[in-house]
C-alpha cells in the first residue's frame, strides 16, 4: 500500500526516505504547482544520515491529484495539519488511515472529529531533522516514535514495516499520556527559553520558576485523568533541562529564525484545556501572555 506522505520538511522527508529505501511505495504531495517544481529541480529529496548524503528521486503530486488515499501520513506543523489534510480529503479512501506527527496536542483531535471515516493514529517521535535547505534534510537525533489510537488501542498489522524501514516504532495503547507529557516538559522550558533568549541550561538559574511551573501543570494533568503523564515530571524536566543544557529548544530556534512556533498547541493548548476544566493555572497563563507578547513584539503570530 502506498504511504502518501503530506508534508515534505524535516521529519516528513525523514519518514518518507527511509520507508522509499526500504521498499516501500511513497508518493509525496506537496502543498502547490510551485513547491512542485522546486522539487523537481532540486531532483527529489536529499537525505543526510551519519555524515553521508542520498538523494532520494520519489514521486510527487498536488493534493488534486485523482488517486485516492488509503494512508496518509501528515508531517506538516501543528497549525497547518487540518488544512493540509482538508487539502486531499476528498481523496481519502473509506477505511483509511491518517497517521499524525505533530508535536503538542489539539490538532490531532480536530483531525480525528473531522474525518471520522478514517482512521486517526497519533504519533509522539522524539527523533530529530532538520532542513538544511529546502528538498535537503539532516538526520539529526536518533530517537522514539510512539504510536497509538486513543479510540482503538488495536496495532495496525503494518507496524513492523516501520522496524524493517529503520524507523523506531512503538504501539501505545494510551498515546495521550505519552503526548500530554511531552506537552508538559516542552510547556515548562521551551516558553522560558525564549522569554530568557537562553540555551536550555540557562533555566538552570530559573529553577524555582521552572518548578512552580511543574507543580501547575502536575494539577491540570492530574485534574484531567492524566496522572500517569504527571508523575515525577519536574525531576524529568531538570534532568532534560541538564542533558540538552547545551542545545536551544524548538521553539527558543523557531523565534530566532522568526518562524511561526507552535505555541497554539503547547502551552496555548494547556491553558484552553484547564479553563474548560474550571481549572485556576495563574502561572501558565501568565507565561502564555509573556510570551504572546513578546511574539506579537517580534512580528509572530501569538497563537
Ligand atoms: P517542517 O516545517 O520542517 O515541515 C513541514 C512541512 O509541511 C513543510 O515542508 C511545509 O511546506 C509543509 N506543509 C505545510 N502545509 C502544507 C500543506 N497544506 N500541504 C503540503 N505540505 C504542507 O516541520 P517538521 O520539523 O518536520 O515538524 C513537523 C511536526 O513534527 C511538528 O509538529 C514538529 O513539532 C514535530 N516534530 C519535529 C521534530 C524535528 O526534529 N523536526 C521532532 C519531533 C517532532
Ligand atoms: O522537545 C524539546 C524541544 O526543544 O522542543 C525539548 C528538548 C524537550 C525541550 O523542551
New binding site residues.
Given amino acids: 500500500m502506498t504511504w502518501h506522505v503530506?508534508?515534505?520538511?524535516?521529519?516528513?522527508s525523514l519518514w518518507a526516505c527511509r520507508l522509499a529505501q526500504a521498499g516501500e511505495a511513497v508518493q509525496l504531495?506537496?502543498?502547490n504547482e510551485a513547491?512542485l517544481v522546486a522539487y523537481r529541480a532540486a531532483g527529489g529529496l536529499a537525505l543526510q544520515t551519519g555524515g553521508q548524503w542520498q538523494r532520494h528521486n520519489l514521486p510527487a503530486e498536488l493534493?488534486n491529484a485523482e488517486f485516492p488515499i488509503a494512508r496518509l501520513l501528515v508531517?506538516?506543523?501543528?497549525y497547518?495539519?487540518e488544512?493540509?489534510v482538508a487539502?486531499v480529503a476528498h481523496r481519502l479512501a473509506a477505511g483509511g488511515e491518517i497517521l499524525l506527527?505533530?508535536?503538542?496536542l489539539g490538532s490531532q483531535q480536530r483531525i480525528a472529529e473531522r474525518w471520522p471515516q478514517a482512521r486517526s493514529l497519533f504519533i509522539s517521535?522524539?527523533?530529530?531533522?532538520?532542513?538544511q535547505a529546502p528538498f535537503e534534510v539532516v538526520f539529526?537525533?536518533k530517537?522514539q516514535n510512539w504510536l497509538g489510537d486513543p479510540q482503538d488501542a488495536q496495532p495496525p498489522a503494518w507496524l513492523n514495516t516501520l522496524e524493517q524501514a529503520q524507523i523506531s516504532a512503538h504501539w501505545t495503547p494510551d498515546i495521550l499520556a505519552r503526548l500530554w507529557r511531552k506537552l508538559a516538559l516542552n510547556c515548562a522550558i521551551n516558553p522560558l527559553t525564549v522569554l530568557y533568549d537562553c540555551r536550555n541550561g540557562g533555566l538552570l538559574e530559573h529553577r524555582s520558576e521552572v518548578l512552580a511551573l511543574c507543580e501547575e501543570l502536575g494539577h491540570l494533568l492530574t485534574a484531567i485523568g492524566q496522572a500517569e503523564a504527571a508523575d515525577a515530571l519536574a525531576d524529568e524536566v531538570l534532568r532534560v533541562i541538564e542533558a540538552t543544557a547545551a542545545n536551544y529548544s524548538?521553539m527558543q530556534q523557531d523565534v530566532a529564525a522568526r518562524r511561526r512556533t507552535?505555541i497554539g498547541?503547547l502551552l496555548g493548548h494547556a491553558c484552553r484545556t484547564g479553563a474548560q476544566q474550571g481549572l485556576a493555572l495563574p502561572r501558565l497563563q501568565a507565561l502564555a501572555r509573556r510570551l504572546q507578547t513578546k511574539l506579537i513584539a517580534l512580528g509572530l503570530p501569538p497563537d
Wanted: aromatic content about 6%.
Fill in positions: 503530506l508534508g515534505a520538511g524535516s521529519l516528513g504531495i506537496l502543498r513547491r493534493p508531517a506538516c506543523k501543528a497547518d495539519a488544512a493540509a487539502s506527527l505533530q508535536n503538542g517521535s522524539t527523533e530529530g531533522a532538520y532542513r539529526a537525533g530517537g524548538s507552535e498547541y
